[in-house]
């Protein structure tokens, strides 16, 4: 029943990034841009979604609260204020989304508010991501580096890091959601994104490497991990091939498989870790009966039904945006 579970929050924070990470990119992406018709043609590419996207970070704490208590427990002590701070992103986007368009002289708060929640959520995220790859300090199984001991260099890297990937993430879904002006903005930001992300992505690897990064000895006891970076290679091929020849639909599914083969290979370098190196799964499972009771409700229902409701909305609102829609 633990290995349901961590199948759910694998999938849960998988959907999460993918989803909700196209809409804080293009959320980044909307800081450089000064056209009022270009930002409004970005918002009404993420209108019908954006919203639903985040619920995907609920599924992803309730199960770790749920079954998963030490995990939750832990992550949240060591992690309080990028979490307080990252919170106060997404709720000062959302704010700024809906109040941008009822406000007409003071419109530039509403636009920085916008921006800069996306950026500053993303950054917390790559900052949480990038203190659990270099390890936290646990001791007895609780954490113990005090308010900041998730801060350091590699964090604050893969804080940046993740801002390039959501931001090359956003670019991808504007060329397949915009015409015109936008997309075309979209097509010429992707190509210094991809050298961008491609640069951190090295920078990451040699710092892994010199500071002898646990994760490393993953890497060597594993060999076939390296089937995800292969994946990613094809990945980046494609999506150049379709950049030069303005294909609209495929870089930014070529981007979310590149997303998918990154987090494939921290699940499996982790595994069977929770919290690498250690809390396993086992250590940080809920008793059974507790597992039990969540698979009636949230496993067997809840959980299906948004997987549903996800793919209805995208199928319903798939295609370029309209002008006449474009009304944010």
């Known amino acids: 029943m633990a290995i349901f579970w961590v199948c759910v929050l694998a999938v849960s924070i998988l959907l999460y990034v993918l989803l909700d990470g196209f809409d804080l990119g293009v959320g980044i992406f909307f800081g450089f841009t000064r056209s009022e018709s270009r930002r409004q043609a970005m918002l ?13 970070l609920v599924v992803a704490g309730v199960v770790l609260w749920g ?3 030490v995990v939750y427990a832990t992550l949240f002590s060591a992690f309080y204020l990028p979490l307080l701070v990252m919170l106060a992103g997404l709720i000062l986007r959302g704010v700024a989304f809906e109040f941008r368009n009822k406000t007409e002289h003071m419109r530039w708060i509403w636009d ?10 993303a950054f917390a995220q790559g900052l949480m991501v990038g203190a659990l790859v270099e390890g936290l300090p646990i001791s007895d199984g609780q954490y113990a580096g005090g308010e900041f001991g998730w801060l350091s260099p590699f964090s604050l890297l ?7 990937g959501y931001t090359l993430l956003g670019a991808c ?11 075309d903005a979209a097509y010429r930001l992707i190509p210094p994104l991809s050298i961008g992300l491609l ?3 090295i920078v990451v690897f040699a710092y ?5 990064l646990r994760i490393m000895s993953r890497w060597l006891e594993r060999p076939y991990l390296f089937v995800f970076p292969a994946i990613g290679i094809v990945a980046a091929i494609v999506l150049a091939e379709s950049v030069r020849q303005r294909r609209d639909g495929p870089p930014y599914s070529m981007v979310v498989l590149i997303f998918a083969a990154a987090f494939g290979t921290l699940a499996i370098s982790f595994w069977p870790y929770m919290i690498p190196f250690t809390i396993t799964i086992e250590d940080a499972a809920a008793p059974h009966s507790s597992l039990a009771f969540m698979f009636w409700g949230e496993g067997l229902f809840v959980f299906p039904l948004m997987l549903l409701y996800s793919a209805v909305s995208y199928a319903v609102f798939r295609g370029k945006i309209r002008p006449a829609s474009v009304n944010y």
């Open 208 to 212: 892994a490497l010199g500071e002898d």
């Open 112 to 121: 920085l508010s916008f921006a800069g929640g996306s950026f500053v959520a």
């Open 158 to 164: 893969c804080g940046a890091g993740l801002c390039l």
């Open 67 to 69: 079954a998963f208590p």
């Open 173 to 183: 879904w504007l060329v397949r959601k915009c015409a015109d002006e936008v997309r």
């Open 44 to 56: 009404a590419a993420v209108a019908p979604m954006w919203d639903g996207n985040e619920t995907w």
């Open 199 to 201: 640069l951190f992505l």
